[in-house]
C-alpha cells in the first residue's frame, strides 16, 4: 500500500470521519494541486481493492475488508490492548481485543489495521485480533527521562505508552545530563520483542525544575507555544487601528447596568450580563454580551489562521496558552471594567416563568460597570438571604445589588426548567491547586460550585440555545455542540451498577430516572463513583454541523456562542451571526465544517488532557513528600486486583492493592462491586469509607498507592500493575 493510499485509509479511519467528496477529502490531507493526479489515482485503487466505496451523493466512505477493520488502538499498562472499530465501518463489537504478542509496534491512539482472529469468551466485550499495519501514528514524539546504563543511553517515556525504556543515541549533542526531562523522535518504535530507538531532539531541563513539569506536557502533546511574528504584528496593528469610540453601525449600550462574573484569576473576560425587568408585564429582559473578537480577527487573516490553528485555549496550572495573542485575548476584546467594548448580543426577553418569548441580537458596544468574582457575587447573596458568608462582600451600588438579586431569581427559574424538562447535572468536581509563596503546591481542594456559578452558567446556556434555535430556523449550517443519545447497551450496564448501590430502576433509557439517581447520589459517599459512571456511558460531545441533539442538556438545538477568545467555534458561530445581522442572509458550507468540527473536537480533546495531566503529575509531587500520611477515603472502585479510593481532604485517589489488605483471601465479587474475604468475610464494597496511608507514588507512571492504615505487606512490583 502506498503512502498516499495509506493516508487517504487513516483518514478515513478516524473516529469523526464523516463522508465527504473526493475533492474535499483531498483537501482534508493537505494535498496541493500537482497531487491530484496521484490522490485520484490512490482512490480508484482503493476502491479495486474493496477498501474502500464512492457512495450516495459521490462520498467517500470506507469498506472493511474480509475479516479485518481499523479503529484507534489503546495499550493496557498490563501489554495487551484493545482497538476501538471505526463506526463508519458498522461493526457490531465495541472493541477487539489485542493480545500482547500481536501488538506489532502500534502504540496507544495510532490508527491500525486488525486482522480479527477469534471470538473470545462470551462475557467479554468483542472478539480477538492482531494488528496487520499501523496507517496512522498518533504521534512520533515523546517525552521522558534520560538516563545511563552499563555505558548504553536510555529514556524512560512518561507515562504507561511503554512498558520499556528506549535506546538513543549518544544525546551529548544537546547537552543532556542524567535525570533530565527530554524530548525524544522515535526512529524505531518499541515492539514485545525490542525496546525501540529515538533521538533526543530537545532538552528541557532537570527533572523537578520549576516550569519543566508544563514544558514537558506541551512537548508531550505537541502544544503550540509562542505565536509567529506575523501573527503578533497584525495584533499590534490592529491594535493601533482601535479607537474606543461608539462606531455608527453599532448599537450603543452603554448605559445598560452590565457586569462580568468570573474566576478570581481569571485573564481575560468574554462574557457580560445584563438583566432588567418590565414594570407592566413583568417579562425578563436578559442581555447576554459576547466580546465581539471576529471584529478584530477577519476569516483568513494571520491571526485569524493561527486562532483556527490552535481551535482552543489550553489553561493549565499557571500557564495559559491563549487562543489569541494577549494584546487581543487580555486586552481589545477583554471586556475589562470600564473600558469601552465591542460585543455581539444576544437579548432575550423571557417571561415570568422562564419561558421564551422574543429574542434579538446586535453588533452593539457596552461599558462593564463593574467586574465580580464568583466568590464576592456568592458573599453578596449569601448576606442578603441571612446566611453567612464565606467571605466580606464588596461595597457595591443599590442598583448593582438589585441586579444580581434578579439574576439569582432568574437562574433559579431557567435551572427549574432545565431540570423539568429532564437536563442532566453531572457532578463533575474540578481540582484546584493551591501554591506557597514559592510557587510550590502545598495542598488542592475541590472548586466549589454554588449559585453564582449557576447565575453564570444559566444566562450562557439560554443564550447558547438561543443563537442555535436561530440560525437553525434560518437552516443555515453552523458548528453545533452535539452530544448524541448514549447506546442502550451501555447504559444498561449502567443500570446494573446503580441498582447493586440500592437504587431503583425501572426503565433504563429513561433520562428522568437517570436524573434522579444523580440527584440520590449527590450528597453520598459513593457520589463520584455513580456520576464518574454515567459519565463512562454517554458518549463524548462534540463539534458537529449535522444536526443533532445535546443529550445531557436535553436540548434540541444548542451551540456554544459565548467563548469566543478561547474556542474557535464560537467564533465561527459568531461570523454567521454578524452576517444576519449585518446583511439579513448569510450562507456556509456542510463539507467545510465537518472537517473544521473534527479539528476543533480534537483541539479541544488535547487542552482538556494537557490540564488533566499536569494537574495529576504536581499533586502526585505533592503527595510523594508525604509519604506515610493517613486520610480518610471513600472507594470509588472495585477490581479484582483491589480497590480505589478517593481522599476526603484531598482531591487524589489511590490504589489499594489486594496483595496489601489483612491477611486472607479476597473474592472480587463483580455484581456488588466488592472485594470479599474467604474467613473473615471482611467486605471492601463501593461507597465504603476506609482509612488509608500513602505508601508510594510513581511519578513516571503518574500511579499513586494506598495502604489500609494500620496493615503491612509487601507492594506488587510496578510492572505487575493493571
Not at 530507538?197 to 506536557?217: C, F, I, Q, R
Not at 407592566?280 to 491571526?303: N, Q, R, T
Not at 488542592?444 to 443564550?463: G, P
Amino acid at each position: 500500500m502506498s503512502d498516499l493510499q495509506s493516508r487517504i485509509i487513516s483518514a478515513l479511519a478516524h473516529p469523526n470521519y464523516h463522508a465527504v467528496k473526493p475533492k474535499v477529502l483531498a483537501r482534508k490531507l493537505g494535498l496541493a494541486a500537482p497531487e491530484h493526479d496521484a490522490f485520484k489515482h490512490a482512490l480508484k485503487e482503493l476502491i479495486r481493492l474493496g477498501r474502500i466505496e464512492i457512495g450516495k451523493g459521490n462520498l467517500v466512505r470506507q469498506v472493511g475488508a474480509h475479516g479485518t477493520l481499523t479503529g484507534i488502538f489503546r495499550k493496557a499498562t498490563a501489554g495487551f490492548g484493545f482497538v476501538r472499530p471505526n463506526p463508519e465501518e458498522g461493526h457490531k463489537f465495541t472493541e477487539v481485543f489485542i493480545p500482547e504478542d500481536a501488538i506489532r509496534d502500534a502504540a496507544t491512539g495510532d490508527v491500525v489495521l486488525v486482522r480479527v482472529r477469534q471470538s473470545r469468551q462470551r462475557h467479554e466485550r468483542g472478539p480477538k485480533g492482531e494488528i496487520v499495519q499501523v496507517l496512522e501514528r498518533a504521534t512520533s514524539q515523546f517525552v521522558g527521562t534520560y538516563f545511563t546504563r552499563d555505558g548504553l543511553f536510555y529514556v524512560r517515556i512518561d507515562g504507561t505508552v511503554f512498558s520499556h525504556s528506549v535506546l538513543v543515541g549518544d544525546p551529548s549533542a544537546k547537552g543532556a545530563k542524567p535525570n533530565d526531562k527530554v524530548v525524544v523522535e522515535m526512529v524505531r518504535f518499541p515492539t514485545a520483542e525490542e525496546r525501540g530507538e529515538a533521538v533526543v531532539t530537545e532538552v528541557l531541563g532537570a527533572h523537578g525544575k520549576p516550569g519543566v513539569d508544563t514544558l514537558s506536557v506541551i512537548r508531550a502533546l505537541g502544544l503550540p507555544d509562542a505565536f509567529p511574528e506575523d501573527v503578533l504584528e497584525e495584533a499590534r496593528q490592529v491594535a493601533a487601528r482601535f479607537k474606543d469610540a461608539i462606531p455608527d453601525d453599532r448599537e450603543d449600550l452603554t448605559d445598560w447596568l452590565t457586569i462580568t462574573i468570573d474566576p478570581i484569576d481569571a485573564r481575560d473576560f468574554d462574557d457580560a450580563i445584563c438583566l432588567m425587568v418590565d414594570p407592566k408585564s413583568k417579562h425578563w429582559l436578559l442581555g447576554v454580551h459576547i466580546a465581539d473578537v471576529g471584529h478584530f480577527a477577519p476569516l483568513g487573516s494571520a491571526l485569524d489562521q493561527e486562532a483556527r490553528k490552535r481551535g482552543t485555549s489550553v489553561y493549565l496550572p499557571q500557564h495559559v496558552i491563549p487562543m489569541f495573542p494577549e494584546i487581543i485575548s487580555n486586552g481589545l476584546a477583554s471586556l475589562q471594567q470600564g473600558k469601552v467594548r465591542y460585543v455581539k448580543s444576544a437579548i432575550i426577553d423571557l417571561t415570568p416563568t422562564g419561558q421564551k418569548a422574543d429574542v434579538r441580537f446586535a453588533n452593539a458596544v457596552i461599558k462593564t460597570r463593574r467586574r465580580f468574582t464568583y466568590e464576592e457575587v456568592s458573599a453578596i447573596i449569601a448576606a442578603e438571604e441571612g446566611r453567612t458568608p464565606d467571605m466580606t462582600p464588596p461595597e457595591i451600588d443599590a442598583d448593582v445589588r438589585a441586579m444580581l438579586l434578579k439574576l439569582r431569581d432568574l437562574a433559579m427559574i431557567l435551572h427549574k426548567r432545565r431540570v423539568k424538562r429532564g437536563s442532566l447535572e453531572l457532578m463533575m468536581p474540578e481540582i484546584a491547586l493551591e501554591y506557597d509563596s514559592n510557587g510550590k503546591v502545598s495542598g488542592a481542594h475541590f472548586r466549589k460550585h454554588d449559585i453564582s456559578h449557576t447565575i453564570v452558567e444559566e444566562c450562557m446556556l439560554a443564550a447558547n440555545e438561543a443563537v442555535a434555535e436561530h440560525l437553525d430556523h434560518k437552516n443555515l449550517f453552523f458548528l453545533r455542540r452535539v452530544h448524541p443519545a448514549p447506546e442502550p447497551t451501555k447504559l444498561h450496564k449502567f443500570a446494573e451498577f446503580a441498582r447493586i448501590l440500592g437504587y431503583k430502576i425501572k426503565s433504563e433509557t429513561d433520562r428522568f430516572t437517570l436524573q434522579r439517581i444523580l440527584q440520590q447520589s449527590a450528597n453520598k459517599p459513593e457520589m463520584h463513583a455513580v456520576h464518574y459512571a454515567l459519565l463512562r456511558s454517554l458518549k463524548q460531545a462534540t463539534y458537529s454541523p449535522v444536526k443533532d441533539d445535546h443529550y445531557a442538556l436535553a436540548s434540541e438545538n444548542y451551540c456554544h456562542f459565548t467563548s469566543p477568545i478561547r474556542r474557535y467555534p464560537d467564533l465561527q458561530v459568531h461570523r454567521l451571526l454578524d452576517h444576519l445581522v449585518r446583511r439579513g442572509r448569510a450562507s456556509s458550507k456542510l463539507d467545510e465544517l465537518v472537517a473544521l468540527g473534527d479539528h476543533c473536537s480534537k483541539t479541544e480533546r488535547r487542552a482538556e488532557s494537557a490540564e488533566r495531566e499536569l494537574v495529576k503529575h504536581r499533586l502526585l509531587v505533592h503527595m510523594n513528600e508525604r509519604i506515610g500520611t493517613d486520610l480518610k477515603a471513600v472507594i470509588t472502585g472495585v477490581a479484582d486486583y483491589g480497590f480505589f479510593a478517593q481522599a476526603e481532604t484531598l482531591p487524589v485517589e489511590g490504589l489499594v492493592h489486594i496483595s496489601t489488605l489483612p491477611d486472607d483471601y479476597y473474592h472480587f465479587d463483580e455484581m456488588s462491586h466488592s472485594l470479599v474475604g474467604q474467613r473473615a468475610k471482611r467486605t471492601f464494597r463501593l461507597g465504603d469509607k476506609v482509612e488509608v496511608t500513602v505508601v508510594r507514588v510513581d511519578l513516571q507512571r503518574r500511579q499513586l498507592d494506598f495502604r489500609l492504615k494500620g496493615t503491612q505487606g509487601r507492594l506488587p512490583e510496578v510492572k505487575r500493575r493493571r
